[in-house]
Nanobody
Framework: VQLQASGGGLVQAGNSLKLSCVVS????????MAWYRRAPGNEREFVAD???????NYRDSVKGRFTISRDDAKSTVSLQMNNLKPEDTAVYFC?????????????????WGQGTQVTVSS
């Protein structure tokens, strides 16, 4: 199974970006999916997840600004990021889990993408 993330870039604060992650080599509809990020000097942290059934969760700092979605026909999970802030600057990773229940920890994700850089200037 391979995850290919794309869509990162350099934007000014207040602007938007949309990240996409295409999954190949597996049955996408069976996976819970998530986005994590790692800012310079920090540990990787949860951003948002979406279950097989479409239920979503977000970290508090991105609620109301970010939207995670999935398209099972295209084996793709996306993260629409609006009103970006400098503190959103990080490498963003997509992840897939075969767990029965929606994972609560990073270690429960089985597959990871390579990451895409998002830089937000003030």
């Amino acid at each position: 199974v391979q995850l290919q993330a794309s869509g990162g870039g350099l934007v000014q604060a207040g602007n938007s970006l949309k990240l996409s992650c295409v999954v190949s080599g597996g049955t996408f509809s069976r996976y819970h999916m998530a986005w994590y990020r790692r800012a310079p000097g920090n540990e990787r942290e949860f951003v948002a997840d979406i279950s097989r059934g479409g239920g979503t969760n977000y970290r508090d700092s991105v609620k109301g600004r970010f939207t995670i979605s999935r398209d099972d026909a295209k084996s793709t999970v996306s993260l629409q990021m609006n009103n970006l802030k400098p503190e959103d600057t990080a490498v963003y990773f997509c992840a897939a889990s075969k767990e029965f229940r929606l994972p609560r920890r990073q270690s429960q994700y089985d597959y990871w993408g390579q990451g895409t850089q998002v830089t937000v200037s003030s």
